[in-house]
């Protein structure tokens, strides 16, 4: 399974960004699909996912309310949608996948990953 992101940039701090992720070799719709990130000096930490029907989604508490995960099985791509960008969302964010699901999702350490996308809001 590989997985490959795009869509990260430079933005302004109340900016957006949509992160895209497609996934290859694998049965996409058997994934429970999600996003973490990793800001320099800090560990990888869950930021969301969605289940592989996209009828559960979860998300961090620093997500909630910003960010929206979506998947399209039709064309094998997950999305991170990210609004209201603060600085401190700066980070490499990587796309992961797993036929399983963790309690509390925060504590998901999933199977495969990919290379990741850098994001950076500036202030």
């Known amino acids: 399974v590989q997985l490959a992101e795009s869509g990260g940039g430079l933005v302004q701090a109340g900016d957006s960004l949509r992160l895209s992720c497609a996934i290859s070799?694998?049965?996409?719709?058997?994934?429970?699909m999600g996003w973490f990130r990793q800001a320099p000096g800090e560990e990888r930490e869950f930021v969301a996912a969605?289940?592989?029907?996209?009828?559960?989604?979860y998300y961090a508490d620093s997500a909630k309310g910003r960010f929206t995960i979506s998947r399209d099985n039709a064309k094998t791509k997950v999305y991170l949608q990210m609004n209201s960008l603060k600085p401190e969302d700066t980070a490499v964010y990587f796309c992961?996948?797993?036929?399983?699901?963790?309690?509390?999702?925060?504590?998901?350490?999933?199977?495969?990953w990919g290379q990741g996308t850098q994001v950076t809001v500036s202030s």
């Open positions: 992961t996948a797993d036929v399983g699901t963790a309690q509390p999702m925060t504590s998901w350490r999933p199977r495969y």
């Open positions: 070799g694998g049965t996409f719709s058997a994934y429970v």
């Open positions: 969605i289940s592989w029907s996209g009828s559960a989604t």
